[in-house]
Antibody, heavy 124, light 110 residues
Framework: QVQLQQSRPGLVKPSQTLSLTCAISGDSISSNNAAWNWIRQSPSRGLEYLGRTYYRSKWYSDYAVSVQSRITINPDTSKNQFSLQLHSVTPEDTAVYYC??????????????WGQGTLVTVSS | QSVLTQPPSVSAAPGQKVTISCSGS????????VHWYRQLPGAAPKLIIY???KRPSGIPDRFSGSKSGTSATLGITGLQTGDEADYYC???????????FGGGTKLTVL
């Protein structure tokens, strides 16, 4: 059974960097049949896809245009986890952040396992 | 404003059938698979339909999905009070190069 365990919630000040990790058990981050995603949810923006990392002979990361200029998603193979960094945050980045596995038996864009969610509040 | 359009709410009596629609365009639903999620309060979304009409292991056949053109539909038969939740559709959008979601539909089982 795949499980995704997210790092604990936090308060981030405006203009600083939001950092989260997602530890994977029951699967390998280097799997050729999965992609590892970050998605957030807020009352004002609903569910919003942020980006992903995945391994296909080499590592790839791709990001939603809405956050492309200030996001980094990296794998950590030594810990079987992946991370999210979102730079220059504003109060609009306040949301519950989820990590999720993309199932690549189909198109990789169905998310079959999710982390528990982490509330991140951006406030001074 | 979500890229995919869902009704804000639907309701039906226990034992009845309900359908939830998801409307998009040729850049998303029209040319990509649609997936459906159920979200209970305070919990993460859960995948209930993938690739338009496939059910993950453990999802009962009371749940079904279909797609026609630029719209998709989630069907739930034999409604139970435990089906009360928010339901979301999602798909890849080729123009936006991102996964997009509907705004969610709150199902009430009266």
């Amino acid at each position: 059974q795949v499980q995704l365990q997210q790092s604990r919630p936090g308060l981030v000040k405006p203009s600083q960097t939001l950092s989260l990790t997602c530890a994977i058990s029951g699967d390998s981050i280097s799997s050729n049949n999965a992609a590892w995603n970050w998605i957030r949810q807020s009352p004002s923006r609903g569910l919003e896809y942020l980006g992903r990392t995945y391994y296909r002979s080499k590592w790839y990361s791709d990001y939603a245009v809405s956050v492309q200029s200030r996001i980094t998603i990296n794998p950590d193979t030594s810990k079987n986890q992946f991370s999210l960094q979102l730079h220059s945050v504003t109060p609009e980045d306040t949301a519950v952040y989820y990590c999720a596995r993309g199932y690549c038996g189909g198109d990789c864009y169905s998310f079959d396992y999710w982390g528990q969610g982490t509330l991140v509040t951006v406030s001074s | 404003q979500s890229v995919l359009t869902q009704p804000p709410s639907v309701s039906a009596a226990p034992g009845q059938k309900v359908t939830i629609s998801c409307s998009g365009s040729s850049s998303n639903i029209g040319n990509n698979y649609v997936h459906w999620y159920r979200q209970l309060p305070g919990a993460a979304p859960k995948l209930i339909i993938y690739d338009n009409n496939k059910r993950p292991s453990g999802i009962p056949d009371r749940f079904s999905g279909s797609k026609s053109g630029t719209s998709a539909t989630l069907g739930i038969t034999g409604l139970q009070t435990g089906d009360e939740a928010d339901y979301y559709c999602g798909t890849w959008d080729t123009r936006l190069s991102a996964v997009v979601f509907g705004g969610g539909t709150k199902l009430t089982v009266l």
